[in-house]
């Protein structure tokens, strides 16, 4: 119990890791532009249903100003399973 972190100690929700879009063509080395215009649905922007084949991004700019696009930690991982990459958290395959 002592090597937990504070938050796991607690109950505490873990934190959700927004990446912005140079960040996903970093680690799915892909240029940005292929992946602002394949990869990203723009959550508010695109109409109907996201494809499945598709990651969700939102904007977390104030109303008004230019947008600033994020994908959760969470897409990301279900966008790569949905292509067949498995992983692995605490011993857990997910």
């Known amino acids: 119990m002592a090597n937990k972190p504070e938050r796991e100690r607690i109950g505490l929700p873990p934190r959700i890791f927004l990446y912005t879009p140079d960040q996903l063509a970093t680690l799915l080395s892909m240029t940005e532009k292929y992946v602002r215009t394949k990869l990203l649905f723009y ?26 696009w994020r994908v959760t930690e969470t897409e990301l991982l279900r966008y790569l399973r949905l292509k067949g990459i498995k992983f ?5 395959g997910l």
């Not at 692995?88 to 857990?92: A, E, K």
């Open 43 to 68: 959550e508010m922007r695109e109409p109907g249903l996201r494809p499945r084949h598709k990651l969700r991004a939102t904007n977390i700019a104030p109303e008004g100003e230019a947008p600033e």
């Open 88 to 92: 692995y958290d605490r011993g857990f």
